[in-house]
Nanobody, 125 residues
Framework: QVQLVESGGGLVQAGGSLRLSCAAS????????MGWFRQAPGKERGLVAG????????YYTDSVKGRFTISRDNAKNTVYLQMNSLKPEDTAVYYC??????????????????WGQGTQVTVSS
């Protein structure tokens, strides 16, 4: 069983930055593709960014390309999401997810095996 714990959310003004972290309990962290999802009130949970097992390949949804960067440190069992130029529409609960199949760009939440508890990101205008 893999436990994921997110941190780094908070309140920020539009144009500001936040860095989310997700620490994993798995000793085999490098065997999991990792992703960040978000869910705003009344909306479905959607994939924001994904990263391959080695970190050599990444995926971003169109609305965050050029503003967000996903990265991972397999030695620290941690995945990050650097969020710059934040907009009010980025406001959501952000979830870290892990996929043992290695598919880092599957947009379906049901296909990801492990989930964190979520961290709130609020961007004020």
């Amino acid at each position: 069983q893999v436990q994921l714990v997110e941190s780094g959310g908070g309140l920020v003004q539009a144009g500001g930055s936040l860095r989310l972290s997700c620490a994993a309990s798995a000793r085999t962290f490098s065997s999991y593709a990792m992703g960040w999802f978000r869910q705003a009130p009344g909306k479905e949970r959607g994939l924001v960014a994904g990263i391959s097992r080695s970190g050599g390949s990444t995926y971003y949804t169109d609305s965050v390309k050029g503003r967000f960067t996903i990265s991972r440190d397999n030695a620290k069992n941690t995945v990050y999401l650097q969020m710059n130029s934040l907009k009010p529409e980025d406001t959501a609960v952000y979830y870290c997810a892990g996929d043992g199949s290695g598919n880092y760009y599957n947009p379906s939440p049901g296909k990801w095996y492990y989930w964190g508890q979520g961290t709130q990101v609020t961007v004020s205008s």
